[in-house]
């Protein structure tokens, strides 16, 4: 390699011309046509040719003749027909040296910057031709097809790209939009694509394209584009983006929705002689909240005088969906119900869930009863679990059964019952966690009310422990008759912080931090937080896969269907663990969200808390009312202690954002 010698090579996907200054230990020195001197390994090199500069000319002359070159070799290219070239190469199949290439194209006048030509061509098009250094091969026909097709795709996406940034950032700039027309095909794959960008981020397919069309659109933060979708309509103004990024089934499929419509015309009717004990003389009545649509468990009481009779009827969920059926196998994938303010998801399809499986007044249901004797005093004296034919009487809100707990001798009696048995528990070693919960209701004018909801008034703590009562039962018969099921345990809490019911609200809430994990075994075992020697829960089997599994294991010791093994439970267990991780963490994500929506209207507002703890640079506080927590920043004239109560200022909240803070009121 000679001073003043013309070279090429390659750098950032352009041939550069270049002139070599200096040669040492196979690095060169270069000036290229853009006027800058680099240091390049002569086996960078794409093209090495037989002209020489004069190097005395001067800079200013060697870069002009330099550009001269370079524009010349580019005018050459257009001379090349590599498409020509390959359909006459391509039978050959054997490499073909640059001189020979060069030959084919320009005869025997070729010059180095007729090579030069033909190495920047082939550059420019790599579908037809294998380029190594001075040499190249034809590329089979099949290879070329998938070449030219990848090829369009590239200019495809890159058109996508570019029209699709420019309709974004005119979206964007616009303040008010009058009513929207459709979207063209391209605006609307513009639209998913950001759409899918936006809910699954990196995991999405078409990551790199909406990055990109978000970059040439101007847009750095990509909450921007929620704005945007509300506008075109696939977002709704409150949209739970969390049912995409956790992939929730939000319909039933065909398949799921035309077998359910078979099993409800199958089995409309019942006859008296299908096996069951007929209790439809009992007063059963069910208890639930006000939208409450599917009813799976309803009680009765009979008064003896000196003894009495409960019956707690759980809709024989099992009698209709069998075994890996459409319906079970999609139950299963689900998990559970999803209750939300805005949203119900149903583990079951409607025509099940609120129909045919539910307990509806004056309609005969096939159920799993259980028929509890209690002496006067309320001791448990014997129980019998049957199938059984019902019929529910009575539908009773919470609201019902409070407004009659002083003068209903029934549900006087009922709360008695419900009573003791919690006492009966608490003496045990339970650990009574008693906190209010939050409901949450969004009217059809998108009024958002927020309420505290006492789950120690007469119907709700009555429902609540004769359902406890009913799982324990259940779980002593599925373990006396030696059957497997998802049995329910927990260790001793890590330290108790109160006796019995005494303990403050603070003390509630961080006993139930101290609690223990909750455990699911095949077998029973002792659960300590409810102070019961065994557990199941089987009183819900339509809104909980779990209650419907251990709902088949009770109709298996009567012949009705054969029981799951063991190991079935236990991989039922381990299958159900992340969909029901999804469905608490979805309710619970839901729930802050309209709580934060309605504070958004609320700022300024004073409110109640208590302090929780402290952080490094910050209190964690509960609000009360809420029941949410949030940070309070730490000031340097007042020093807060757990379970301080203090009363604090809503200074800024955004839902979409997850976003609270406040200040000392």
């Not at 270049?18 to 680099?38: F, G, P, S, W």
């Not at 008693?434 to 009217?443: E, G, M, R």
Request: some cysteine.
């Amino acid at each position: 390699m000679e001073e003043g010698i013309i070279v090429e090579f390659i750098d950032r996907q352009k041939v550069l011309c270049a002139v070599v200054q200096e040669v040492k230990n196979q690095r060169l020195k270069l000036l290229t046509e853009n006027d800058r001197e680099v240091n390049l390994s002569s086996n960078r090199l794409s093209h090495k040719s037989r002209m020489v500069l004069d190097l005395s000319l001067g800079r200013i002359k060697t870069i002009d003749a330099l550009k001269g070159i370079a524009f010349r070799r580019k005018q050459l290219t257009q001379e090349v027909h590599i498409r020509e070239l390959w359909e006459i190469l391509n039978s050959e199949q054997e490499w073909i040296d640059l001189a020979t290439m060069t030959e084919f194209c320009f005869s025997n006048q070729a010059t180095s910057d007729h090579e030069s030509a033909i190495v920047r061509a082939f550059f420019q098009n790599r579908l037809y031709f294998k380029f190594d250094q001075n040499r190249f091969f034809p590329i089979p026909e099949e290879q070329v097809e998938r070449n030219i097709a990848l090829e369009r795709e590239i200019a495809q996406k890159v058109q996508r790209i570019e029209s699709g940034a420019q309709w974004v950032r005119t979206q964007l700039l616009q303040d008010r939009r009058p009513p929207l027309p459709p979207l063209s095909e391209d605006e609307s794959a513009c639209m998913n694509i950001l759409k899918s960008c936006y809910l699954l981020d990196k995991e999405s397919p078409h990551y790199a394209e909406g990055k990109e069309i978000m970059t040439k659109a101007g847009i750095d933060d990509k909450e921007r584009l929620f704005s945007l979708f509300v506008d075109f309509g696939l977002f709704d103004p409150n949209e739970n983006i969390e049912l995409y990024r956790q992939e929730i089934p939000l319909e039933f499929s065909r398949e799921v929705l035309s077998h359910a419509g078979n099993t409800a015309g199958s089995c409309a009717l019942l006859s008296d002689s299908s096996g069951r004990k007929d209790l439809t003389h009992l007063p059963l009545m069910t208890i639930d909240g006000q939208s409450t649509l599917d009813y799976d468990d309803a009680i009765s009481f009979e008064d003896y005088g000196d003894s009495c009779c409960l019956g707690v009827h759980i809709v024989d969920v099992g009698h209709y969906v069998k075994k890996d059926d459409p319906i079970d196998r999609e139950a299963r994938l689900r998990a559970s119900s999803i209750y939300m303010p805005d949203r119900k998801i149903s583990m079951l399809p409607p025509s099940l869930a609120e129909e045919l499986c539910s307990l509806k007044a004056g309609e005969l249901r096939p159920a799993i009863s259980m028929l509890i004797h209690l002496s006067k005093t309320s001791e448990i004296l014997d129980y019998e679990i049957v199938p059984s034919l019902i019929r529910v009487q009575r539908q009773l809100t919470y609201y019902d059964v409070n407004m009659v707990a002083d003068s209903s001798r029934e549900i006087a009696g009922l709360c008695d019952i419900a009573m003791k048995f919690r006492q009966k528990r608490l003496s045990d070693g339970a650990v009574q966690i008693t906190l209010p919960d939050i409901n949450v209701w969004i009217s059809d004018s998108g009024e958002i009310s927020v309420n505290r909801i006492n789950r120690e008034s007469p119907g709700r703590m009555m429902v609540a422990e004769i359902m406890i009562m009913a799982n324990w039962l259940m779980a002593k018969f599925l373990s006396s008759h030696g059957v497997s099921a998802v049995f329910r345990s927990q260790p001793g809490p890590r330290d108790r912080l109160y006796k019995g019911c005494e303990g403050s609200l603070f003390q509630n809430y961080m006993q139930r931090r101290l609690l223990s994990r909750l455990l699911l075994l095949s077998q029973a075992e002792r659960h300590s937080g409810l102070g019961l020697d065994a557990y199941v829960t089987a009183t819900s089997p339509i809104r909980k896969y779990y209650d419907l599994v251990t709902q088949r294991q009770i109709r298996s010791v009567f012949g009705q269907e054969a029981p799951y093994t063991a190991q079935e439970i236990d991989q039922i267990i381990l299958q159900l663990q992340e969909p029901m991780l999804k469905v608490s963490r979805m309710q619970y994500q839901r729930n802050r969200y309209w709580i934060l929506k309605c504070l958004e209207s609320r700022i300024g507002q004073k409110e109640e808390a208590i302090v929780i703890g402290r952080k490094r640079n910050s209190y964690q506080i509960l609000m009360t009312e809420y029941m949410l927590e949030c940070d309070l920043a730490t000031t340097s004239r007042i020093e807060l202690k757990p379970e301080n109560q203090i009363q604090v200022t809503i200074q800024h909240v955004n839902a979409r954002k997850d976003a609270l803070s406040v200040f000392m009121g």
